[in-house]
């Protein structure tokens, strides 16, 4: 499957008993799509990155990446896909992307969206929309619909990206496409206390670590040079 999907020649069994020592089985392989491919020019390996779907639509979370010798054979997989792949809710969305915008905001705190429209969309089953910042983000909000992982079962859901204006924050929320829940939200911007980061950097001063090692400061042959800490 993944030979195929790839374009390389042929993949082997001992392709297939990589996949399968990994928990990839047939049954779960057979719904993915490549989402992006390369070929290393230095090793020659082919880097090909899969995407599980269900019914057509992206699992979120479900990402393997395939690295495939010259000769068809796996070097490396690395991700991991859901097992037990079932539905909870309906495959038809009730919540639009707007909506879903709003109820992200309402979960995540955030100021009330204003103006909120569809900037533009993608057709197909996916859905893909550009919902307008409404001044919540720093940029246009792009929306996807797909299935999200829970204990019951996948969940259909908007899959949103809202770089927070008034805040340092840039959330990846997942919104319920039926009851306008938020499923999951992850915060991609790390927040650091420079006190801390301060203290875990630092290191002896130049003239200690010359004094240690025995060395006048600075060194009186040109060989010596001033850094900034």
Same mark, same amino acid.
Do not use: M
């Given at each position: 499957?993944?030979?195929?999907?790839?374009?390389?020649?042929?993949?082997?069994?001992?392709?297939?008993?990589?996949?399968?020592?990994?928990?990839?089985?047939?049954?779960?392989?057979?719904?993915?799509?490549?989402?992006?491919?390369?070929?290393?020019?230095?090793?020659?390996?082919?880097?090909?990155?899969?995407?599980?779907?269900?019914? $057509?639509?992206?699992?979120?979370?479900?990402?393997?990446?395939?690295?495939? /010798?010259?000769d $068809?054979?796996?070097?490396?997989?690395?991700?991991?896909?859901?097992?037990?792949?079932?539905?909870a809710t309906?495959?038809?969305?009730?919540?639009?992307?707007?909506?879903?915008?709003e109820?992200?905001?309402?979960?995540?705190?955030?100021?009330?969206?204003?103006?909120?429209r569809?900037?533009?969309?993608?057709?197909?089953?996916?859905?893909?929309?550009?919902?307008?910042? $409404?001044?919540i983000? /720093?940029?246009?909000?792009?929306?996807?619909?797909?299935?999200?992982?829970?204990?019951?079962g996948?969940?259909?859901?908007?899959q949103?990206?809202?770089?927070?204006?008034?805040?340092?924050?840039?959330?990846?929320?997942?919104?319920? /496409?039926?009851?306008?829940?938020?499923?999951? /939200?992850?915060?991609?911007t790390?927040?650091?206390?420079?006190?801390?980061?301060?203290?875990?950097?630092?290191?002896?001063?130049? $003239?200690?670590?010359?004094?240690?090692?025995?060395?006048?400061?600075?060194?009186?042959?040109?060989s010596?040079?001033?850094?900034?800490?």
């Amino acid at each position: 499957v993944v030979a195929a999907r790839c374009g390389v020649a042929s993949a082997s069994h001992a392709a297939l008993r990589r996949l399968a020592f990994l928990g990839l089985v047939l049954g779960r392989v057979a719904d993915v799509a490549v989402t992006s491919k390369y070929r290393s020019r230095n090793s020659g390996l082919t880097h090909v990155n899969l995407n599980q779907r269900y019914q $057509g639509l992206e699992v979120f979370g479900g990402h393997v990446t395939v690295n495939v /010798a010259p000769d $068809g054979g796996i070097v490396f997989v690395g991700g991991d896909l859901v097992d037990g792949l079932k539905a909870a809710t309906a495959a038809t969305p009730a919540v639009g992307a707007v909506a879903a915008v709003e109820a992200a905001a309402d979960a995540l705190q955030l100021d009330e969206p204003d103006d909120l429209r569809v900037l533009s969309t993608r057709g197909g089953r996916a859905q893909e929309t550009v919902v307008s910042d $409404g001044g919540i983000s /720093a940029a246009a909000i792009p929306a996807r619909l797909g299935w999200q992982p829970t204990a019951s079962g996948l969940r259909l859901a908007w899959q949103l990206v809202i770089d927070a204006a008034s805040e340092e924050h840039l959330w990846n929320a997942t919104v319920d /496409a039926n009851s306008a829940k938020l499923l999951d /939200a992850d915060d991609w911007t790390v927040h650091d206390d420079l006190g801390t980061l301060a203290t875990t950097l630092s290191r002896p001063s130049a $003239g200690q670590a010359a004094a240690s090692a025995g060395t006048p400061d600075p060194v009186d042959d040109g060989s010596s040079y001033r850094v900034l800490a």
